[in-house]
Nanobody, 121 residues
């Protein structure tokens, strides 16, 4: 499965962005999808995940209540809506697909190339 992340950009603190993850195959619906991020000089961290049907989601405490993950299996797409953005949300955001509903990056098999999100203060 090839994943293409897009939608990043520059936004002021308090603003919103939506990043998308487009998969190349219809089997995308058989995978759990997660979003991770990596800021300069920091380790990659879990942001959000969604199960195969879209009925279950989970978030990192740092984004809970501000970010929403959703998926449209008919379009092979997972979205991450990011509201009330903060400068500390600045990072490269990666989508990933795997077989386990986990917040651990090593449980994900397929990774997109990442999209830069920059939040200015």
């Amino acid at each position: 499965v090839q994943l293409q992340a897009s939608g990043g950009g520059l936004v002021q603190a308090g603003g919103s962005l939506r990043v998308s993850c487009q998969a190349s195959e219809r089997t995308f619906s058989s995978y759990v999808v997660g979003w991770f991020r990596q800021a300069p000089g920091k380790e990659r961290e879990f942001v959000a995940r969604i199960n195969r049907s879209g009925g279950n989601t989970a978030y990192a405490d740092s984004v809970k209540g501000r970010f929403t993950i959703s998926r449209d299996n008919a379009k092979n797409t997972v979205l991450l809506q990011m509201n009330s953005l903060k400068p500390e949300d600045t990072a490269v955001y990666y989508c990933a697909a795997g077989g386990y509903y986990s917040g651990s990056s090593n449980q994900y098999i397929y990774w997109g190339q990442g999209t830069q999100v920059t939040v200015s203060s």
